[in-house]
């Protein structure tokens, strides 16, 4: 599927939490928002933040690569044990800044929604069966944008896996979160920072990641990273969702 091409993510989000069982006051009250912004996102009048999506697919049970899947019934389809509900507080575990995304690479053409992360996810997550690679120069990365001073570019994708291979920058000043919230969601994250100074917030501890450091948790763990330098950070993370495989 191309990047243009944006599918309505909405609705499908609206049939997986019907397959799922969960209503919508419950599903906003899980994710710590307002059930007006799920029904919002449901009837494609506004568009989730990447945490926001996030936490709306850990919550259903879902991987955020079926949303974007070609296939109407998708993930409605992909949806298996209710989620456990969160233990920790919602609003601080999973909310975080505004959704404005925008994306760039060779050949990618307009998008009819576009600065907007769906637009932007689309690219990273559609047609999973497209391998990206072996070799990726630095002109063919997908890029992925957040207003919130962090870049994305896609390093590689191999057919069958359900893995974010990146690039990570995040300007001074940039942080995963621009509200301050703390998000989380389904997988194992793996990281090594290669320049720059990096805060990462993982629970209650604070660390501090200089060049060379490394990283590794669970996602489910509420986390955040910010940048107070004044260079960027850059970094190389991994991040695996095979919870979500058919195998």
């Known amino acids: 599927m191309s990047p243009a091409a944006v599918p309505p993510v909405g609705a499908r989000i609206r049939r997986a939490r019907l397959a799922h069982g969960t209503s919508l006051r419950a599903l906003a009250r899980e994710i710590g928002v307002s059930a007006s912004l799920v029904s919002q996102i449901e009837n494609g009048k506004s568009q989730p933040s990447v945490s926001t999506l996030y936490a709306?697919?850990?919550a259903l049970?879902?991987?955020v690569e079926s949303l974007f899947d070609a296939g109407e019934g998708t993930a409605a389809a992909a949806v298996t044990a209710p989620a456990t509900t969160l233990?920790?507080?919602?609003a601080a575990a999973l909310v975080a800044g505004s959704a404005t995304a925008?994306?760039?690479?060779p050949g990618t053409a307009p998008n009819p929604a576009p600065g907007t992360v769906l637009h932007a996810l689309a690219a990273f997550a559609a047609d999973p069966g497209r391998r990206i690679g072996p070799v990726v120069t630095p002109d063919e990365r997908e890029v992925l944008e957040l207003d919130s001073g962090v870049?994305?570019?896609r390093l590689g994708h191999v057919p069958g896996t359900h893995v974010d291979f990146l690039q990570v920058t995040y300007r001074p000043?940039?942080?995963s979160s621009s509200s301050g919230g703390l998000m989380r969601h389904a997988g194992t994250e793996y990281g090594c920072l290669t320049s720059g100074e990096l805060i990462l917030t993982l629970g209650f501890d604070?660390?501090?990641?200089?060049?060379?450091?490394?990283?590794c948790f669970e996602s489910t763990t509420?986390?955040?990273?910010?940048?107070?330098?004044?260079?960027?950070?850059?970094?190389?993370?991994f991040v695996s969702t095979e919870m979500f495989s058919d195998t």
Do not use: F, K, M
């Open 151 to 153: 870049v994305w570019e």
């Open 61 to 63: 049970g879902i991987s």
């Open 56 to 58: 709306i697919t850990t």
């Open 102 to 105: 925008t994306t760039a690479g």
């Open 222 to 237: 509420p986390h955040r990273y910010r940048n107070d330098g004044d260079v960027p950070a850059v970094g190389t993370w």
């Open 173 to 175: 000043g940039g942080a």
């Open 87 to 90: 233990t920790q507080g919602p």
């Open 206 to 215: 604070e660390y501090t990641l200089r060049p060379g450091d490394a990283v």
